[in-house]
Antibody
Framework: EVQLVQSGAEVKKPGESLKISCRVSGYSFTSNWIGWVRQMPGQGLEWMGSIYPDDSDTRYSPSFQGQVSISADKSISTAYLQWSSLKASDTAMYYC??????????????WGQGSLLTVSS | DIQMTQSPSSVSASVGDRVTITCRASQGISNWLAWYQQKPGKAPKLLIYAASSLQSGVPSRFSGSGSGTDFALTISSLQPEDFATYYCQQANSFPPRFGQGTKLEIK
């Protein structure tokens, strides 16, 4: 069974750093893209970027380029989303999602449960 | 960037109704379109990809159509578990972008 299990909810202060994780199981981690999607409170879905764990090829949305960093550790089948300096506007739910096999990861067929981030002073 | 516009933003319907939600791309995307369902407090679920391909395990009452700039998601006979928010997503070009969502509510 394919599973993506994300790290838990976080409460942070502006300016702090954070790395959230997405551990996968049930398939070969290096065979599919992993994407990250933001959902701000009461809002829609925004694609932030994706990584291909086999070679760490990473692509970012222009809206998030330079604001976050995406990485992966093949040895533990885990993808990460990282901030170096959080802002209140980063408050949101963050989902990781697996790219559908065979379509260059353009569609997302399995999703993590979400990691809720609250940034507040 | 390709912009995706869904309509309506919300719709009320009854169990057993046939419902169609539309999605328009700001430029042609061939058939590079997906539909997702999201229930409150849950992650999105892929329903349709490549405009009309039904994802494994999704009931056959869901269907997708369209090509180019205009697309539709149709639910042939609404079930209680179908009341949710639906999003389209273009996958033709970088960056992939979602529509703003359509909330399907019980009448």
């Amino acid at each position: 069974e394919v599973q993506l299990v994300q790290s838990g909810a976080e409460v942070k202060k502006p300016g702090e750093s954070l790395k959230i994780s997405c551990r996968v199981s049930g398939y070969s981690f290096t065979s599919n893209w992993i994407g990250w999607v933001r959902q701000m409170p009461g809002q829609g879905l925004e694609w932030m970027g994706s990584i291909y764990p086999d070679d760490s090829d990473t692509r970012y949305s222009p809206s998030f380029q330079g604001q976050v960093s995406i990485s992966a550790d093949k040895s533990i089948s885990t993808a990460y989303l990282q901030w170096s300096s959080l802002k209140a506007s980063d408050t949101a739910m963050y989902y990781c999602a697996r790219g559908l096999t065979g379509d260059g990861g353009r569609y997302f067929d399995y999703w993590g449960q979400g990691s809720l981030l609250t940034v507040s002073s | 960037d390709i912009q995706m516009t869904q309509s309506p933003s919300s719709v009320s319907a009854s169990v057993g109704d046939r419902v169609t939600i539309t999605c328009r791309a700001s430029q042609g995307i061939s058939n590079w379109l997906a539909w997702y369902q999201q229930k409150p407090g849950k992650a999105p679920k892929l329903l349709i990809y490549a405009a009309s391909s039904l994802q494994s395990g999704v009931p056959s009452r869901f269907s997708g159509s369209g090509s180019g700039t205009d697309f539709a998601l149709t639910i042939s006979s609404l079930q209680p578990e179908d009341f949710a928010t639906y999003y389209c997503q273009q996958a033709n070009s970088f960056p992939p972008r979602f529509g703003q969502g359509t909330k399907l509510e019980i009448k």
